[in-house]
T-cell receptor, first 117, second 115 residues
Framework: GAVVSQHPSWVICKSGTSVKIECRSL??????MFWYRQFPKKSLMLMAT?????????EQGVEKDKFLINHASLTLSTLTVTSAHPEDSSFYIC?????????????FGPGTRLTVL | AQKITQTQPGMFVQEKEAVTLDCTYD???????LFWYKQPSSGEMIFLIY??????QNATEGRYSLNFQKARKSANLVISASQLGDSAMYFC????????????FGGGTRVLVKP
C-alpha cells in the first residue's frame, strides 16, 4: 500500500511558540490531504481538508488563524500550530486518499504528538 | 445527530474467541463507504476492512469480516480467533460520496484480549 509520513513524530514546545508538522505522501501524489486531531482516549476529529494549490477547508469550530495549512506540492502538506498553548497539546494525524485501485483506502501518517508546556 | 455510532466503549474477549464490534451509521447519500481501523497504543491507524454501499457481499479480510446490514445501517466488525495482538482501539469510519472524500469516525471501542 501507499505510505504517508509525518515529521516530527513528537514535539515539545513552550507556550507561545509555533510548531510546524509535515505530512508527505511518499510514493503517490495527493491533491487532497486531511488533518485530524485526537485527544487521549478519544476519537479522531477532522480539522481541515488540505487542497493542493488552493486554500484549505476548515471544519466548523477550527480556528483558521491558529492552525495554518499549506499544501504547496502534490506530496506535501504542512500544519502550523501558531502561538501554541497547553490546550493545543494533542495527537495530530494526517491522511491522504489512495488512488483508484487502492480499494478506496485512506492512508494515514504515523501521527505527531504535540506537547505544549 | 451522530453520523457514526459505536456503542461499546470497551470489551474483553478471550483469546481464540470471536468478537463483534458494533457500528451504526447515518447518511442520506446513496454512495458511501465504511471503514474499520485498528489503533494500537503506538497511535498508528491500521486499515482493516472496507465495505462500499453498493457492494453486494460482505467484505472479508483474513480474520476480519464485516457484517453489513444496509437496511439497518449497521456495519459490525467481526474478529475471529482473537489474538493477544488484537488488543487495541477500533474505529469505524464513514466516507460519504465518492472515494477521496473525508472520513467521519465513530467514538471507538477498546478491545482487550485476555490470555
Amino acid at each position: 500500500g501507499a505510505v504517508v509520513s509525518q515529521h516530527p513524530s513528537w514535539v515539545i514546545c513552550k507556550s507561545g511558540t509555533s510548531v510546524k508538522i509535515e505530512c508527505r505522501s511518499l510514493d503517490f501524489q495527493a491533491t487532497t490531504m486531511f488533518w485530524y486531531r485526537q485527544f487521549p482516549k478519544k476519537s479522531l476529529m477532522l480539522m481541515a481538508t488540505s487542497n493542493e494549490g488552493s486554500k484549505a477547508t476548515y471544519e466548523q469550530g477550527v480556528e483558521k488563524d491558529k492552525f495554518l495549512i499549506n499544501h504547496a506540492s502534490l506530496t506535501l502538506s504542512t500544519l502550523t500550530v501558531t502561538s501554541a498553548h497547553p490546550e493545543d497539546s494533542s495527537f495530530y494525524i494526517c491522511s491522504a486518499p489512495g488512488l483508484a485501485g487502492f480499494n478506496n483506502e485512506q492512508f494515514f501518517g504515523p501521527g505527531t504528538r504535540l506537547t505544549v508546556l | 445527530a451522530q453520523k457514526i455510532t459505536q456503542t461499546q466503549p470497551g470489551m474483553f474477549v478471550q483469546e481464540k474467541e470471536a468478537v463483534t464490534l458494533d457500528c451504526t451509521y447515518d447518511t442520506s447519500d446513496p454512495s458511501y463507504g465504511l471503514f474499520w481501523y485498528k489503533q494500537p497504543s503506538s497511535g498508528e491507524m491500521i486499515f482493516l476492512i472496507y465495505q462500499g454501499s453498493y457492494d453486494q457481499q460482505n467484505a472479508t479480510e483474513g480474520r476480519y469480516s464485516l457484517n453489513f446490514q444496509k437496511a439497518r445501517k449497521s456495519a459490525n466488525l467481526v474478529i475471529s480467533a482473537s489474538q493477544l495482538g488484537d488488543s487495541a482501539m477500533y474505529f469505524c469510519a464513514m466516507r460519504e460520496g465518492p472515494a477521496g472524500n473525508k472520513l467521519t469516525f465513530g467514538g471507538g471501542t477498546r478491545v482487550l484480549v485476555k490470555p
